[in-house]
């Protein structure tokens, strides 16, 4: 078992570049199943004994959002051992994960989020500067994932053309767009501040974006950092990478984008993932109406 774990969650990240955040919390969800299962005695891995387990979890008060993920893991590592014929039969695949309810996801006004890009040039001083200017500006150019950012290269930018060749979740590669003025910051950090934030690392660090000793930046300092800035900028809501990210697709479907087009810049593999944001769309139209329209 362990070494099927471990198998599972090398192939997670090597074949499915899961981040090293999901990568972790699969890994823990296997293991207090198994603890579940020895302090119940259990003889084997049966329906009974997975819905007892999840029994016990929600008498913990783990939010449903957390069991599904735990379902998720042991169905996709019962699939795992499915495929490699490490098993005949897994019973996790008979479990239902429970129905979550769909939150609108945050996002920022154009007004907050050039406030914000701007409160980052502002905020911060020399390389550090230049270096989140750029970190940003592609989040919120591109509305990419803050994992897959920080596995850019710098052979990965076409700046001319304004493309950047992404490699999403599933291995999946695409090619995002960003605007003039994301080339623009992305070129100038390139060509000031990345040599000199890499003459700290002997390693010569293959990512795009590095943090000052010259290592890869990482999801978390990225979090941090934005988390910082827009508290200066004085926005009065929580802002995280993902937050550029709903906001880059909200302002795109405002403008007039096809919704398969977001659907290809954000590397879903399903268009209803996508719709999510035509109600936030429609609700700010609705709004706007009321507001304005002489006979509400």
Request: aromatic share 8%.
């Amino acid at each position: 078992m362990p070494d099927s774990t471990a198998d599972f969650l090398t192939y997670l990240r090597q074949n499915k570049n899961y981040s090293a955040h999901t990568i972790s919390n699969y890994a823990r969800d296997l293991r207090y199943f198994v603890r579940y299962c020895r302090e119940q005695n259990a003889a084997a891995i049966t329906v009974e004994v997975i819905r007892g387990y999840l029994r016990y979890l929600s008498k913990l008060n783990y939010a449903k959002r957390s069991i599904a993920r735990c379902v998720a893991a042991h169905k996709s590592f019962g699939r795992f051992l499915l495929r490699n014929k490490l098993v005949s039969a897994d019973p996790w695949q008979k479990i239902n994960s429970p129905k979550l309810e769909k939150n609108m996801p945050d996002f920022l006004t154009a007004a907050e989020a050039n406030q914000l890009l701007d409160m980052v040039e502002r905020g911060a001083a020399g390389l550090k500067r230049g270096r989140d200017s750029a970190v940003y500006e592609l989040l919120y150019a591109s509305g990419i994932r803050v994992s897959e950012l920080v596995n850019i290269q710098p052979v990965d930018l076409d700046l001319r053309a304004g493309e950047i060749r992404i490699l999403g979740k599933g291995a999946k590669e695409r090619i995002v767009l960003i605007s003039p003025r994301a080339a623009r910051v992305l070129r100038d950090y390139l060509q000031k501040i990345r040599p000199a934030l890499a003459k700290n690392n002997s390693n010569k660090e293959s990512a795009l974006f590095l943090n000052l000793r010259g290592g890869r930046l990482t999801q978390r300092s990225i979090e941090r950092n934005l988390a910082h800035y827009a508290r200066l900028a004085g926005l009065p809501k929580t802002v995280t990478p993902h937050t550029l990210r709903h906001s880059f697709a909200t302002h795109l479907l405002e403008g007039g984008a096809d919704l398969r087009v977001v659907q290809e810049l954000l590397g879903h593999s399903s268009l209803s993932t996508t719709q999510v944001y035509t109600h936030i769309t429609k609700d700010r139209l609705e709004k706007v109406m009321r507001q304005y329209h002489p006979r509400p």
